[in-house]
């Protein structure tokens, strides 16, 4: 096998677009709607936000229109996410719906399950987490210990999930969990469900970060029955599920954007008065984040054809990431700044920021070092 990331042009209708989700997010701006920030994919929380980029039309961009979607490409999605992040708007709530669980109910949902659940993602007034890592099996998902169990006319369940971000805020999670006895196969025996998080038996348990936020979970599962109608897919094909899934959660523009607003802050901090040195750097910035943004647009285009990029987009997530932590550190070192949790200065915020969320960009969606075990499998290297 080898790495496809064939070069992809964005139509210019895409363009039209984003001059509109520019339009809008400087009007957001102008009323004060919200502040710029780093990460705002994981840390910026906002409903009403995100209501109105679904009345905007902006969620559930590629789905059909039969579910409450509005039929366009993953091109049009991916010019409407990236300006959003480009903008450090607060997207969080929707994010992990739009981007993997809406996808995943749409290609495995039963029809009475993208009837109930894709108008509601699409129009901002239903959200979701993921259910995916666990103590003990983090990016090694085929090591997950949560059980299903059959009852009459469903399921029981019970185990741990942790890193479920917003879980405490959302409405459900698509939970990935054992519903057989392990075997030598240990990617056999897994099945998908769509669970309620307030469902009786679940109780969430926040983990903070170290600037105190609390995005992330822990969510415990004790005895908790859900119906038959909770089912995604066919039982026992968990994994090919969940595989096809971190192929949309490992390749967007959130895998390099999240301090792309420190770097515009900079940029505004220095303005012609940069010299030759800080120009260097900033070009050699420039040009990772160009090549990167190439890779994570031919990926979205792949799966706008219908294909599975899984290596590609693990390549992506691992490149990505790493130029988001590097992207702090050279900043860093161009110019003074004291960051400052919630300072005035905008590029001292915006780096207070980046440093306390930077531990976990290479470790959410898969670690790096599984990510590269992935990438040297799918090239035939082990």
Known sequence: MSVSLAPAVLPASSEVLRAEVRQFLSEELAAKRFVPGCDKWLGGFDLEFSKRLGDQGWLGMTWPQAYGGHGRSALDRYVVTEELLAAGAPVAAHWVGDRQSGPSLLRYGTEA???DFLPRMASGDHFFAIGMSEPGSGSDLASVRTRADRIDGGWRING??????????????ILLCR????????HAGLTQFVVDLRAPGITIRPIHLLSGEHHFNEVIMDNVEISDDCLLGEVGSGWAQVTSELAYERSGPERFLSTFPALVALLQRLGKAADRGQKVAIGRLAAQLRALRGMSVSVASALDRGDAPNVEAALVKDLGTRFEGDLVEQIRLLVETEPEYGAEDELNRL????FLHMPGFTLRGGTNEILRGVVARGLGLR
């Open 351 to 354: 780096l207070a920021e980046s």
């Open 179 to 186: 519903s057989e006895s392990p075997t030598e196969d240990r």
């Open 160 to 173: 741990r999930k942790i890193w479920c971000s917003s879980a405490h805020r959302v409405d459900s999670f």
């Open 113 to 115: 399950q993208k009837l």
